[in-house]
């Protein structure tokens, strides 16, 4: 009598689980050889019917096709991820020279009465600002007054020159309300940070993006 051969242990992947890769999820070399296996061991008097063995070749067929499809689809993402990274750069670098408004708390003044700070409210609000030196102490107070919602600016002339971070306070009808704050400087140039891409302006890295406009 012609003993049965066990495929699996013919392959060498009952005896090798490792085989069977991470997860133990069959592959498309161990499935081909779990088939060539069966073939070599099959017992000749009951041997592999045709429809069988079509039916296994299809699912070999099936998942090599799958293994390609996600290869090129994550070869896609890379294409695109480096493209995307390339055209960003690109943009960038084509920004240096002109002027960026930016969302951030930093102001650089010139101190020579054209300062501006720009600013963003969610809704109606009375208007406070303040402006700290590198310190943390408040040296400049304005009582900018009323304004409506949206993108608001106004003049600070009787600055002086310097770096301050801006705090804005802003009550609404119904309480205190959240400003958003934006800084402004020309790009003198452009690298890659921890986080990304940044414009260098006045020394400071502003993310790329937290820009809102450029200009000449």
């Excluded at 997860?23 to 019917?49: H, S, W």
């Excluded at 096709?65 to 493209?83: H, M, S």
């Amino acid at each position: 009598m012609i003993n049965a051969i066990n495929p699996l242990q013919a392959a060498g992947i009952g005896s090798e689980p490792s085989l069977l890769g991470s997860g133990e999820n069959m592959g498309k070399d161990e499935f081909l050889q779990l088939l060539v296996a069966q073939l070599r061991y099959q017992d000749p008097l009951n041997p592999m019917e045709a429809q069988e063995f079509a039916s296994q070749l299809a699912e070999f067929s099936g998942l090599e096709q799958q293994i390609k499809t996600n290869e090129l689809l994550e070869a896609q993402v890379t294409v695109q991820a480096n493209l995307a990274d390339g055209l960003q750069t690109s943009a960038a670098v084509s920004a240096i020279g002109h002027s960026v408004l930016a969302v951030g708390d930093t102001l650089e003044a010139a101190g020579d009465g054209s300062d501006q700070l720009t600013f963003d409210l969610p809704q109606d609000a009375d208007v406070t600002v303040r402006l700290l030196d590198a310190d943390g102490n408040v040296v400049h107070t304005v009582a900018a007054g009323s304004f409506t919602a949206g993108r608001q600016q106004i003049d600070l002339d009787s600055i002086g020159a310097g770096t301050y971070t801006v705090e804005i306070d802003a009550v609404g009808a119904d309480g205190a309300v959240t400003a958003t704050t934006y800084t402004s400087g020309r790009v003198e140039g452009v690298r890659w940070g921890p986080n990304g891409l940044v414009f260098v302006i006045n020394g400071r890295e502003v993310p790329f993006a937290s820009v809102l406009e450029i200009t000449n």
